[in-house]
């Protein structure tokens, strides 16, 4: 079995390679699925990432939250820990840690108890097992917050045989990719 570092440099590469048209294509796709879940639908609280470096797009995951009223929380990175505010506009972000849009900080931050968190990651597998960047911000956040359901989304080329998983990794509860849907709180696949 691959390490995890052996398996994000490989998706890394490869994900580098989509191209631009692709990209926005797959990205359309996925924010559908998500957009189009009981479980978006439902939730009042959407916890969301700010797509950077090729990840997929976000934005208009956002942009239909926001429109449907629900409440908006983004990751802000501070002391090697990551901790989610309240965001109402896209004129609230700065430029923080690692060049990606955030939070000042200075606002409301989640409690964290209920919503939807949508979780980036370089790959997934059948199981809903991620491999993260390799700091362990969302495992430390979403084993505090256990109340929180998780979706990752990706690319369908992020999907791996077997995650190397170990007991501190956080498992998905769904994972999305422009082909397939994983759904381990209802068992579809």
Known sequence: METK?????????????????????????????????????????????????GEVGTEQIIDEAWRLGKDIWLPRVSGGEIEFYLVESEKELIRGTFGILEPSGEGIKAPGNDGLVIVPGIA??????????????????????PHLVKL??????????????????????MVFT????????NGEQ
């Open 124 to 145: 997934f597998d059948r199981e809903c097992n991620r491999i993260g960047y390799g700091k362990g911000f969302y495992d430390r956040y979403l084993h505090a917050h």
């Open 178 to 185: 422009e082909k397939i849907s994983y759904n381990l709180l």
């Open 5 to 53: 570092q052996e398996i994000r440099g490989q998706i890394r590469k490869l994900r580098a390679g989509i191209g631009a048209d692709e990209w926005h294509v797959a990205t359309d796709i996925i924010a559908g699925k998500v957009i189009a879940s009981d479980y978006f639908r439902e939730a009042t609280d959407l916890f969301c990432y700010m797509d950077f470096d």
């Open 152 to 173: 990752g989304i990706a690319f369908d080329i992020q999907l791996v045989e077997k995650i190397p998983a170990k007991e501190c990794d956080c498992k998905m509860d």
